[in-house]
């Protein structure tokens, strides 16, 4: 019985208490893969995002091009007849 209880409290003190409760889990100490989002997966919000980033991307690149003179001369504009 003692040698049961020394060989417990070796392997208890061996493993730090995320390893062990790790191993108790699923046998393979895997890391959780629930501990960001607590399983929780927002699909709409990283669609949204995705789409607030391609839309700035587009607005900066476009002001980019306005910026560095591609667009119409003025001249080429259309003119708009007064009665």
Known sequence: MK???IFIVSI???LGQD???SVNRDGYGRPDPNSLLNGFFPAWAIILL???G?????SVLS???YVLGCRKP???FKKVQLR
């Open 12 to 14: 208890c003190s061996v």
């Open 63 to 65: 002001y980019g091009l």
């Open 74 to 76: 003025h001249t080429e």
């Open 3 to 5: 040698q049961i209880i």
């Open 50 to 52: 995705c789409l607030a």
């Open 54 to 58: 391609l839309f700035l991307l587009i």
């Open 19 to 21: 390893m062990y409760s």
